[in-house]
């Protein structure tokens, strides 16, 4: 499966001989489709579709293939991405102190399960510092406080385009982005250490802890102006006891975050996940 | 394991000796203990237990036990309940429409997997009342409404001491008992169809697909006037997809009340819990 | 969604233009895809899908499907199958003397959740026959021993055969069928009481509490000539401790075996269950 | 709970007064019990109990213990380990060329999450040394073929020596340790990519692949004689579909080997962990 690949993510209202046309666009350039999925949501009346096919004897060049679709995407009202598989996203990770997600990520990365580059991670203290330098990443150091907020965004900004940053994730940063911020850069995925919507904003395991949940639970989802509230990319669970304390909790839920943000972020740089409303369609 | 044991639940501040005192107690009048377990909640400064010997053997009598026990509680000011396992405990069953949770527990029962007698459903509707009779069970329509709440609450607590009923389940009971009920009546269990504290309230499963949730819950839980605060017994999870309609939430649901309801009746009946302020100790 | 619909299940060496040709047969039609998905084992080089359609302004009427798609399939070398929503399947149950499955899958029958007639109950015990007749669904009592397996089988199938039944549903049979019967009545599922390859066989859960695993599973497969080596059509698992004896092993067994055969049946009769060598395709 | 603590793990017999005659030794010697547990094996006729308190206020010396409880639990033919929570156990992890679940171990060593001093490392390749020297820890090349495996056993049984090695983790070991070292040095470790007893022995995915199951696993068992025949101290689950191929298989295993083992290490080192016969008891 090395061979570069082209993927279009598609939702449009439902109407017949949408399948048909799409799978028609392709084979007719002679395109083979190694994956096609779809969804339809009735009660919205959209049809969502994740359609991708092996770039190698296709008519059609690189450069041709986006305005070729536009015309056919144009009279469904279709709202589409277009990605190649040879084209590799850029992350920056933002972190504060806890360095269990942001080296978790980092090691898949050597791994090669998450397929992307990595050049920059941003921080607002220097204690991750060694982390970026043994991975020979760059390491910005940021401080946010009460009156600096929107000049150092500014700043953050400025560093996502110099480093030509396609997506960032917030591993265990402890920040609120303005809502000015994710205008400005909307691609952001963020782990939430709680069962969403359950212990929405601060120490989630504290009061999951005093409520006496059996559960616990973490959250990945897409960075929104509504705190906590954007659409939900995947979530786990792990059963806790009477005998867990808070460290307990945050200890388990440590293992949850990790594995939760990286399948979360697998999948967005996999192109298998289309956002509508604040929902998520997952392609797996 | 049939013979009749003796169960012991207490909590009390935490102090040394607190095993060798209560041990010394059973061993000391030539009890044998089956079952021990303790938790201490170090931030509350709680002593926990749950010690279970047999009867047959002990020097005790079943009438002198309690009087006996006492003596050595209130130096340590002890709060505890006592059990015998032959004591068959007596629910009743609310309901209203749906029949998932009360068919489930009178399986279960009738495949003596809850040891206890069932001599009365209530419910507001009539929809059951041929599933009752089926069951060879007593069933009283109290219809509720905005009105006459107040006095139907009395005609149900006059059924549960005529029946002298020591446990009620909320089998899906679609209305909301009075703090004043739970009051005269505090010994009550509900399931409700979420992951709780996420989605208390009505509709959760509506709420759960709106959010796009990727996990649904439910919880096991004694009633307090609180409604849905109450400490919880039991919850446990379910994946869900975006393929999941509101339908496919619910019909999910019903699998996880109904087991959820289950293992939290089980418990309880078998003086696994101790409720110690909104948390529950599980002595599984 | 109660409008008739027209499923095709299609498997096929991989090629290009598969979708677009199967799509352009629905839409050149005027047929309306609701559901339809693939998948490629590229290891296999077989391609395989789910294509479901409305009924309703579909130019081929329902006698015409079955040839017009046969003419495509062909140079295509395409195994398929046709269903049609409203030709309702006709199930038979083979019990034996546990009832928890046999309850669950009526329950849910009624419950509308499994979308079928059940006319038949058949049994090698007759402790199951009050259930039958209160289901009001008719109940055949057919031992079996050493000696007349053959024969017996031989009554079974011509029930089968008279009462037009779709799909076997072992639900706690606790008898082998011979490779015989499944060649002359092949569509049977099977609840196995343990996470297979693990503890095929006879006895799971005692083996299982034996060999101290920590988790325990069940198993829904389709019945083939290797005893508890057919294709699974679906699992679940179940945490499981030292304090779990063999009975606390089957209890928590009964509430697996349950929702994973129903499960697995709910999926069949959905016609979401693609069967290629000894793997299922479930597209869910 | 930073202060020295002493640990018992006792079993005996089943017999009248055992908590007694436990929990009076240490309440006797003005001990503060902080953790209490125990089980009855009711087939077996066996006790099994954890008792820790603190050290602090305790009448008998460190040296004092082991003596005084010998005398104790001598007429009960008591089998028991002390263990105090100030001497820090020494881990040795044994590798091949898998990354994931060394580098998993190191990162909570270092998060303080596995409390032990891990002073060595073993391989029988060169390829993780780097590893151990970012970590500074000395790193054994000892190569195993079909002809040197008994002299090099002997070569590690006496670097295991040399630095006081008190627990062997094989940390994705791709060789099978002779019954002479298990006798020698019986206290190992070892993750099984599988669900055991799915799957033992070699290539584990690529055969649950085969089968085409639904549900993969990892067991974390101690290491005996007959290979992935020990017994089990935990076991962990995930959901596969038809969509994972081998290779997702063995990358969503690889999340699960790395949680699995770092519980069971956790929980030995913890001296939570009874084995009796093949099974053991995890007092969590």
Known sequence: MNKPTVTLLISCPDQKGLVATFANFIYGNEGNIIHAD?????????FLTRIEWQLDGFNLTRDMIPSAFAAIAKPMQAVWQIHFSDTIPRLALFV?????????LLWRWQAKEIHADIPLIISNHTKLQAIAEQFGIEFAHINIDKNNKIQQEARQLELLKQYRIDLVVLAKYMQILTPEFITQFPNVINIHHSFLPAFAGAKPYHRAYERGVKIIGATAHYVTADLDQGPIIEQDVSRVSHRDTVADLIRKG????????????RLHLRNRVLVYGNRTVVFE
């Open 96 to 104: 504060t102190k806890q360095d269990h997600c942001l080296l978790d």
């Open 38 to 46: 779809q969804h339809t949501d009735f009660e919205a009346g959209l």
């Open 254 to 265: 440590k293992d949850l975050e990790k594995v939760v943000l990286a399948r979360a972020v």
